[in-house]
């Protein structure tokens, strides 16, 4: 059985950080392409950054979040991180980690995605 376990989430004021991270167990996490995605109330889930899995990582990041945000992994661990840095209020949301371990190729779509995890909130004061 694949677990996506979040942690890391919590308050903090604008211009801020958080690093969230997302552990792996139930599948061969280096193969696997991972994802985070949050979700805001009233809004629908989007995409945020994912890394590609296999060798000669790929990383890819929304427009909201370039510059600010950075994905990685540690494939010793099994798992994957979110560092978020000049944190904003509009990045309020629940966030979701996720794994794809049909392809290691980077996606940008949750259709796309195989595993979840059941999230963790992050609020951005102002």
């Known amino acids: 059985q694949v677990q996506l376990v979040e942690s890391g989430g919590g308050l903090v004021q604008a211009g801020g950080s958080l690093r969230l991270s997302c552990a792996v167990s139930?599948?061969?996490?280096?193969?696997?392409?991972m994802g985070w995605f949050r979700q805001a109330p009233g809004k629908e889930r989007e995409f945020v950054a994912a890394?590609?899995?296999?060798?000669?990582?790929?990383?890819y990041y929304a427009d909201s979040v370039k510059g600010r945000f950075t994905i990685s992994r540690d494939n010793a661990k099994n798992t994957v991180y979110l560092q978020m840095n000049s944190l904003k209020p509009e990045d309020t949301a629940d966030y979701y980690c996720a794994a794809r371990d049909s392809n290691p190729m980077v996606v940008l779509g949750p259709m796309d995605y195989d595993y979840w995890g059941q999230g963790t909130q992050v609020t951005v004061s102002s």
């Open positions: 890394i590609s899995g296999g060798s000669g990582y790929t990383t």
């Open positions: 139930g599948r061969t996490f280096s193969n696997c392409a």
